[in-house]
């Protein structure tokens, strides 16, 4: 069970602890991250969320996002993500943060108010070589960042955060 702290409209701790379907079901404020891998030849590696996932199932998504859990920072969890999503290792020094954004996503039974702190991973992988956790994602690729931007806005299959990838391409493409 993944127990997460309330934020307030500050967007600070207010010290009250719910679990995750609790935050989600009543739409309370909550801290996520969205880290970015990226390499020299300014190519992204990307997931394809699992089918299981409650929330945009089967599409293609950043490198990793997830919760911050209670107790934890924003820098330990994109660390932590990281490794469970794709097994990419990283230490908090590699991490460079980009910027905060608040999101609602509304559907269904989900009320889903979070503010995600962006992070930039620069790294060389191969993605082949990667272990993914099939719960949370089905498929890694690095896809060119020019592409990537093209296709999130136009694609139905990816998930598109205007504001995040308005910010991210200012610094990936030229």
Same mark, same amino acid.
């Given at each position: 069970?993944?127990?997460?702290?309330?934020?307030?409209?500050?967007?600070?701790?207010?010290?009250?602890? !719910?679990?995750?379907?609790?935050v989600h079901k009543k739409g309370y404020i909550h801290k996520t991250v969205h880290?970015?891998?990226?390499? !020299?030849?300014?190519?992204?590696?990307? &997931?394809?969320?699992?089918?299981?996932?409650?929330?945009?199932? &089967?599409?293609?998504?950043?490198?990793?996002?997830?919760?911050?859990?209670?107790?934890?920072?924003?820098?330990?969890?994109? $660390?932590?993500?990281?490794?469970?999503?794709?097994? #990419?290792?990283?230490?908090?020094?590699?991490?460079?943060?980009?910027?905060?954004?608040?999101?609602?996503?509304?559907?269904?039974?989900?009320?889903?108010?979070?503010?995600?702190? $962006?992070?930039?991973?620069?790294?060389?992988?191969?993605?082949?070589?990667?272990?993914?956790?099939?719960?949370?994602?089905?498929?890694?690729?690095?896809?060119?960042?020019?592409?990537?931007?093209?296709?999130?806005?136009? !694609?139905?299959?990816?998930?598109?955060?205007?504001?995040?990838?308005? #910010?991210?391409?200012?610094?990936l493409l030229p």
């Open positions: 069970m993944e127990l997460i702290e309330i934020i307030d409209k500050n967007k600070k701790p207010t010290g009250i602890i !719910k679990t995750r379907d609790e880290v970015w891998v990226v390499n !020299k030849n300014k190519e992204i590696l990307i &997931q394809k969320r699992s089918k299981s996932k409650l929330t945009h199932p &089967q599409m293609w998504d950043v490198s990793c996002a997830g919760h911050v859990t209670a107790g934890d920072t924003s820098h330990e969890t994109a $660390v932590k993500e990281l490794f469970e999503e794709t097994g #990419i290792k990283a230490e908090i020094s590699e991490l460079e943060y980009i910027t905060s954004i608040e999101k609602k996503y509304f559907h269904g039974e989900i009320k889903d108010h979070e503010i995600y702190d $962006v992070f930039l991973l620069r790294k060389e992988i191969n993605p082949l070589n990667l272990k993914f956790d099939p719960d949370e994602v089905e498929e890694l690729k690095l896809m060119n960042a020019k592409t990537f931007f093209q296709s999130a806005i136009s !694609k139905k299959d990816f998930i598109y955060n205007k504001e995040e990838y308005e #910010i991210m391409s200012k610094i």
